[in-house]
Each structure stands twice: as C-alpha cells, then as structure tokens.
C-alpha cells in the first residue's frame, strides 16, 4: 500500500530555519490529504520531503513498508506525480512532449507514448487539437491541466500537488476544482495538496491538516469532524 507515514519527522534547514517541527502523520493510501495553513508553517517542506526533494532532518519518512530515504531517489521521483503551483512544463517542448517526459525516460516505446498522451489529454479535458502546441500558447488553465496530465502519466501511485490552482483566476480555479474532484474518484491514488485556501482544503479534502506556524499539525481530520468540532 502507498500510505504515507511521518514518525517524529522534523527539517531544520542549513540556515537554521526549524520548517517542521517533529511531525506524526499518517497520509492513508488512496485518500486525499490536503496541507492548509498560512504561509511559512512548513507545507511544502512536508510535501517535498515526500519525493526527497528535501531530506528530514530527524525521523522517520515511511511509504508502505519502505523508508523513503533507502530508496532511490530517482526510481521514487518516476513512483510520484508532482504538480507545481506553475505548471514547470519545458517551454520548448511541445504539449504531447510534455506530457510524456516520463513515459519517454522509462523507455515506452512511441505507440505506447502517442496512446497515452491522447488518453491524458482526454482525462484532463483539454481540446486534442492542443497537443501539437507549446505551452506559451495554451492559458493558465489549460497549462494546470497539462501539469496534471504529465504527472499522471506513468500512472504513479502518489501524486503530490503543490498550490496546483493558485495561479489561475477565481472562475477557473472553481472549475478546475470541481473537475478534479471528479478525476480523483477515477483515478484513486493517494494525493497530498497544500494550498493556503481553507475553503479549498474542505471542498478538496478527505482529510485536513491543519499547520500552525512553528511548522507543527494542529488539527488533523475529515473536513465533517473538523467542522464539527
Ligand atoms: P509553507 O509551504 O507553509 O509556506 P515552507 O515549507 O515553504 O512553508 O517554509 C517553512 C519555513 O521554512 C519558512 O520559514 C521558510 O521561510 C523556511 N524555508 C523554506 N525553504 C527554505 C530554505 N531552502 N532555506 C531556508 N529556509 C527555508
Ligand atoms: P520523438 O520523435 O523525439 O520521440 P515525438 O514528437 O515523435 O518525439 O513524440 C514525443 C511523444 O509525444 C511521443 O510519446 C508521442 O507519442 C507523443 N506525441 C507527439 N505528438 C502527438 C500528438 N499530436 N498527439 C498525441 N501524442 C503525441
């Protein structure tokens, strides 16, 4: 299983920062967890400790049975999609080129690429005519949708998403929201979204947890119990 197990995980940057400040959290497998709390509390620290893009300075970092830190770090990049609040595609390659950035390093042959990329764009719900384009031709919309599209494309069974509707104006945030809603039930893997929205983090959200400045969890629950409380 891909459940996601923080035991007393803490990350002091070389500058002396304590961005997260022993932290236990057990991300269940298949469910969406969402970060949410003001800015500099330690979320996406927390997030990119999860594809090591950060070590933990203290702790222990589980995913299923395995710790994170005796795997490689490369092989755990292909298991995990990433979504930037930016969308980071490579300007000077095409949409379908950048949807299949990790499907070509695996060695999937072009068929397999081609089918993939199609079925992507498709479960993205951007226009097929698209794929021949770049991204600076495409709106911040669509280019989310293409970030999401080329992190789902080896079909991995974590998918990290950091701000991913930040960035886009009000109306489409709303809509790339509800249509993501929708995506995760198809797709079933287990999701970590920061954002700073709480209204985005109880409409998005199995479960919430609540950061507090220092880089601590507050609260951690279903958006149901949390209201409730
Ligand atoms: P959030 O995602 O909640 O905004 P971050 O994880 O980005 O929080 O940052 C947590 C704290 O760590 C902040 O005080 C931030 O300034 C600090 N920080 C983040 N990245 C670095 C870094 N590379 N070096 C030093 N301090 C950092
Ligand atoms: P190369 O020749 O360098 O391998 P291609 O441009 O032929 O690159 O293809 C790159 C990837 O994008 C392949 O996986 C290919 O299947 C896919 N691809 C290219 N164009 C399209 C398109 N119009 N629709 C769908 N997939 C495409």
């Keep these: 299983s891909s459940a996601i197990v923080f035991e007393g995980v803490s990350k002091r940057y070389p500058d002396g920062t304590v961005a997260v400040e022993h932290l236990d959290l057990t991300l269940p497998a298949g469910e969406l967890t969402v970060l949410v709390g003001p800015s500099g509390c330690g979320k996406t620290t927390t997030l990119r400790m999860i594809n090591r893009l950060e070590n933990p300075s203290e702790g222990r970092l589980m995913i299923g049975e395995q710790d994170v830190m005796r795997i490689d770090a490369t092989r755990l990049r292909r298991r995990i999609g990433y979504v930037m609040q930016h969308s980071g595609l490579f300007p000077h390659h095409t949409i379908a080129d950048n949807i299949a950035t990790v499907p070509r390093l695996l060695g999937w042959n072009k068929k397999r690429r081609r089918e993939r990329v199609d079925e992507l764009i498709e479960l993205v719900g951007l226009e097929p005519s698209l794929a021949s384009r770049y991204p600076h031709q495409l709106s911040g919309g669509q280019q989310q949708r293409v970030g999401l599209a080329r992190a789902l494309a080896a079909d991995p069974p974590i998918l990290l998403m950091d701000e991913p509707f930040a960035a886009v104006d009000p109306i489409v945030r709303h809509r790339l929201q509800q249509e993501f809603l929708d995506l995760q039930r198809r797709v079933q893997k287990t999701i970590v979204m ?13 479960r919430v947890a609540i950061f507090e400045p220092g880089g601590a969890v507050a609260q951690f629950d279903t958006p149901s119990r949390l209201l409730a409380a």
Excluded at 194 to 206: C, F, S
């Design 194 to 206: 920061v954002t700073h929205d709480i209204d985005e983090a109880m409409k998005l959200g199995d």
